[in-house]
């Protein structure tokens, strides 16, 4: 892969780590829209509001010690090479895919692009192609990180998909109102109904077809029918719920032992001391073949927590003076082989 087009990718990708800690026109209803374009095969759904995260007390809270000066200008680096501000520009992201492998899943990002600079950019993979669907144009590209041939599709001005070829053909298709999705699958609904339509994050795992070999030895895990976990932004706290849906109420009393378990352990840890404190407002409940377990949590809790996790982060996080790009190291401002930009990647 060219460089400026394998670092585009990459920057795609980590769109979604982004997301994970809250960060960010014209935004999607909510998960349903995004259900809808996932193909009907995949087995794991996740969704991240950052339009809704970016407003949060929370978010707002933690942007001085989320923004130091090496993450800022990272940023501004990024928003020079592909015209998207990660902070302000990308409003929803979801991904969908299989549990057991690992390259056949697709994002789906809403946000404001500069859609000629970032196709540019692809355009100089070794591997380019242009493939005219009645949804619109797909690009293919090579992912040198992982040896296969992705795709990239816009299906409107504001939602990019980008991954496995095939997954991203099925989403434009489903756009257009052709083939299946996970919108149809009835556990998929049940979910979504249960979280409301305005989370601000979920992820719901349905049971895989071919269980990963590391987990073919819990039967615990075997006898689960799905997983659903949610996050609820409040003005003054945050709610969050996991949901564990059993093949029996034996097996759903077993998740509720290792649930409060888990419960305990937290509350007697001393790595992160706010986190005992927050392990202490959480609840395990049984209900049929169904176990939950909830947590109201004080923002101001919430966010003395993920400082501390942060700073520890930090602490342990090696100072390499620059970021390795196929094999070798890429320092400040520099791109090997290409027109330096104005800040390591």
């Given at each position: 892969m060219g460089n400026r087009s394998g670092i585009a990718v990459g920057i795609m990708a980590c769109v979604v780590g982004l997301a994970l800690f809250g960060l960010g026109g014209a935004v999607a209803a909510g998960p349903a829209d995004f259900v809808k374009l996932a193909p009907a095969e995949?087995?794991?759904?996740?969704?991240?509001?950052?339009?809704?995260?970016?407003k949060s007390k929370l978010f707002n809270d933690l942007k001085p010690t989320i923004f130091d000066q090496d993450t800022s200008t990272r940023?501004?680096?990024?928003?020079?090479?592909?015209g998207v501000n990660?902070?302000?520009?990308?409003?929803?992201?979801?991904?969908?895919?299989?549990?057991?492998?690992?390259?056949?899943?697709c994002l789906y990002i809403n946000g404001r692009w500069d859609r000629q600079r970032i196709e540019g950019l692809f355009a100089q993979n070794p591997a380019y192609a242009e493939v005219n669907k009645p949804g619109g144009k797909i690009i293919r590209f090579r992912d040198d990180r992982k040896g296969t041939i992705n795709s990239l599709?816009?299906?409107?001005?504001?939602?990019a998909v980008i991954g496995d070829s095939s997954a991203v053909e099925a989403a434009q298709a489903a756009s257009t109102g052709q083939g299946k999705t996970l919108a149809e699958n009835p556990t998929i609904k049940a979910h979504l109904a249960q979280c409301g339509a305005n989370p601000a994050a979920l992820v719901v795992a349905l049971r895989p077809q071919a269980m990963p070999p590391n987990l073919t030895s819990v039967p615990t895990i075997q006898n689960l029918q799905s997983v659903l976990l949610y996050l609820l932004d409040g003005a003054d706290a945050l709610t969050v719920v996991a949901r564990v849906q059993a093949d029996s109420p034996q097996i759903a009393a077993k998740w509720l032992d290792i649930a409060r378990g888990a419960i305990a352990v937290g509350q007697?840890?001393?790595?992160?001391?706010?986190?005992?404190?927050v392990?202490?407002?959480?609840?395990a409940a049984l209900s049929?073949?169904?176990?939950?377990v909830k947590a109201q949590i004080k923002v101001a809790d919430a966010g003395d927590v993920l400082r501390q996790r942060i700073a520890q982060d930090r602490a342990q996080r090696p100072n390499l003076g620059g970021?390795?790009?196929?094999?070798?190291?890429?320092?400040?401002?520099?791109?090997?082989?290409e027109k330096p930009v104005p800040a390591q990647w």
């Open positions: 995949h087995e794991v759904f996740i969704y991240c509001d950052i339009a809704q995260m970016r940023l501004a680096a990024v928003e020079q090479f592909i990660l902070l302000n520009d990308i409003d929803i992201v979801a991904a969908s895919g299989k549990i057991a492998q690992q390259n056949d899943g599709t816009f299906l409107n001005n504001n939602l007697i840890q001393n790595k992160v001391p706010k986190l005992a404190e392990a202490g407002q959480m609840t049929g073949n169904a176990v939950e970021v390795r790009v196929r094999g070798g190291a890429l320092g400040p401002g520099q791109v090997p082989g």
